[in-house]
């Protein structure tokens, strides 16, 4: 039998990957009993045999990684950071890594207070998922002298530490492939200075619409955030033919409202959204979208933050991981 991964004791036990990780790494969360199946279904299958000699582990220092997420991203809806975390937590197991989650609170962002597992020196870096002011970041350079990761953010102070998804090149191809399909009149959802990730899929967006020489009116580049961050807007008085949405749950929000209006997505109306991530609790619209690609995003981070942590000069250049295109029932084609 070839190698033995979480994945094939979940599918044994009938529990998710992240419980198999939790029981497997001694950490709460989870029952006696289903502890119990785990740690069996893992002695049948062989599973402490494929890992390393335990001279070998013990050899190696373990590594303890923080991972920080500012707490405006954990709102109603708002998991995908959640489910970014759970997908990092199963790459920290493979590479023996400890992982553990600290929500950074308003207050500690603004006031410039340490996170715990930072202040009292638990972790050997960290991973930060989600923008934070640059401010902060620096503070956290400054005041703990360990590395930090950012994960689906970065500027140009950042770029060498960060790990982002082809936020630019992926909504190039949504908007194109839009206009293939005969769409020309294009709405932009998106508030473009709150993330550098909205900015950068607007700038992808705005790339396709000049080099097919389409103009963008102003009432069809729409906020999207309010001031805390939460989603809200209003749509246009005149309806373009399709909008391009800087996220699904935006796309998703935007159908609901259309079809209050009694528009029919996508005979009446073209959707395109980015990440391929439905929001718990969220209808499923079939949005057309592109996948943002979480493993591979995940992998990157914490390769990068190994590298740094042995030598803090490695590591140093901007990761771009590409996604693709999935196509469901949100776009069909405009007969012009």
């Not at 190698?3 to 990957?17: E, F, M, N, P, Q």
């Not at 603004?110 to 902060?136: F, T, W």
Request: glycine residues 6%.
């Amino acid at each position: 039998m070839g190698k033995v991964r979480l994945s094939d004791i979940a599918g044994i036990v009938g529990v998710s990957t992240v419980t198999v990780h939790n029981a497997l790494t001694g950490q709460k969360g989870v029952s006696s009993e289903t502890r119990a199946k785990i740690l069996k279904a893992a002695k049948d299958l062989g599973y402490y045999r494929n890992q390393e000699p335990q001279k070998n582990v013990r050899s190696k220092k373990l590594r303890c990684v923080g991972v920080l997420i500012a707490e405006r991203y954990l709102a109603e809806y708002t998991t995908f950071y959640w489910k970014m975390y759970q997908e990092m937590a199963l790459e920290a197991t493979e590479r023996h890594c400890l992982l553990t989650v600290e929500i950074l609170r308003w207050t500690s962002e603004e006031q410039r207070i340490l996170p715990g597992i930072a202040a009292e020196q638990k972790v050997d870096g960290l991973i930060i998922m989600g923008e934070i002011s640059r401010s902060y970041i620096r503070f956290l350079r400054e005041q703990t002298g360990i590395p930090v990761i950012c994960l689906d953010f970065y500027d140009n102070e950042l770029a060498r530490d960060a790990v982002i998804s082809d936020n630019f090149y992926g909504m190039y191809l949504m908007t194109e492939y839009l206009i293939a399909r005969g769409y020309r009149k294009l709405a932009y959802l998106g508030s473009i200075q709150y993330t550098s990730s909205i900015m950068d899929r607007y700038l992808g967006f705005h790339k396709s619409m000049l080099e097919h020489h389409i103009a963008l009116p102003d009432e069809w580049l729409i906020e999207d955030r309010d001031q805390a961050g939460q989603i809200a807007f209003e749509l246009p008085e005149h309806l373009p033919e399709a909008f391009v949405c800087n996220c699904d749950l935006a796309a998703g929000m935007l159908i609901l409202k259309l079809e209050e209006r009694g528009l029919r997505v996508p005979e009446d109306i073209a959707v395109v959204g980015f990440d391929n991530y439905l929001h718990p609790g969220f209808p499923d619209r079939k949005i057309t979208t592109y996948e943002v690609n979480m493993k591979d995003m995940v992998k990157a981070a914490l390769e990068k933050l190994m590298k740094q942590i042995q030598n803090v000069k490695s590591g140093y250049r901007l990761e771009i991981i590409a996604g693709r295109i999935i196509e469901k029932e949100s776009v069909g084609y405009r007969k012009n």
